[in-house]
């Protein structure tokens, strides 16, 4: 693991998954390497109750409905659409699932206005068709029917954000279970092999780029992952990603729960202040999603033990806030600035603690930018 730059998941988490699958001994559907009870306790994390001879990390935080949800869905032969605002954990709850039934996260395609049918389906290997024409060996299979072939997870990231043509290949698959290869005289069908099926992602923000159709919609179940609200489990996503973080760059430097606070407030007030918002240019333009927060508090920790004294201060939080969410020049200055005059020079006076210093620090930060 120290020799990638980000271990799937399947890698990361081996150790646990491989002890899972030595003691699992319920009903596994297809050929999924865990069971779905355990896949939900891989992903949520062990309890006292489960009466189980280690204890198994969370690594998902959100509503348990929402995971047996997506097990049950794929545990059927119907896809499983995870939609919702950008940083909800769409995208790693997908490879969390994957890793855990096939432990392969990595058969991805990846929606863009450039994801062509080949993406999806095959391709050729030039060379090898000029020299010996085209057969099995010389095609080039795409990640979903590589994943068709092995009975595997197959994933598609941001399905909403490739063209018409793109979804409508894809239903043939989910539907027939089968794709054709007109190319080729004999062997021309490559068939999904019991467990396949396909889990998606869309940004719910994304809607009216590329619309999916009725038919593809009824291909897919539906997992609707809200944003988080409770400021409890926030704080125990940042504080899981932060960790993380450390352990990563080999970094011995404390995130105090002070300035946890100061920033989980900082998102709450200024979401609360785009809900309000009578237009978008009184709105920032970032989603202050859950990954944003976690992103802001990443730099701050990385700039105060690369320029700093090895010591997070409100200082360098509020000058990564800043620098995170201000994306618009000026009006994404404007509605920092009036947060900080607005809400954090009164709480700074009233409460004191790291406001007053990450008040001044965001000023800095502001003035520098502007």
Known sequence: MSDLLRAPAEIKYAEELDWL??????PKPFAW???PKMLRLFILGSERADGLDREISQKWFGDRNIVERAIVTLASDRGLLLIGDPGTGKSW???LLAAAISRNSTLVVQGTAGTTEDHIKYSWNVSMVIAKGQSRESMIPSPIMTAMEAGSIGRFEELTR????VQDALI???SEKYISVPELDSDGIVFAKPGFSV????????????DLSSALKR????VRIPVVTNKKSEAEIVRFRTEELLRRHQIELDVPPTLLDVLLRSFGDLRAAAASAGSDDEKLESALSTAEQIGVLEDAVLHSNFFGERELTARTLASSLVGSLARREPEDLAILNKYLHGVVEPRSKDEGGDWPEFLDGGRDAIASLS
């Open 21 to 26: 699958e030595s003691v699992d001994d319920n």
């Open 33 to 35: 390497r865990l069971s």
């Open 93 to 95: 709850l997908a490879e």
């Open 162 to 165: 490739s063209t018409s043509d």
């Open 172 to 174: 043939s698959i989910l």
């Open 199 to 210: 889990i998606a992602t869309a940004n719910s923000r994304d809607r009216g780029v590329n």
């Open 219 to 222: 291909r897919f179940n539906f």
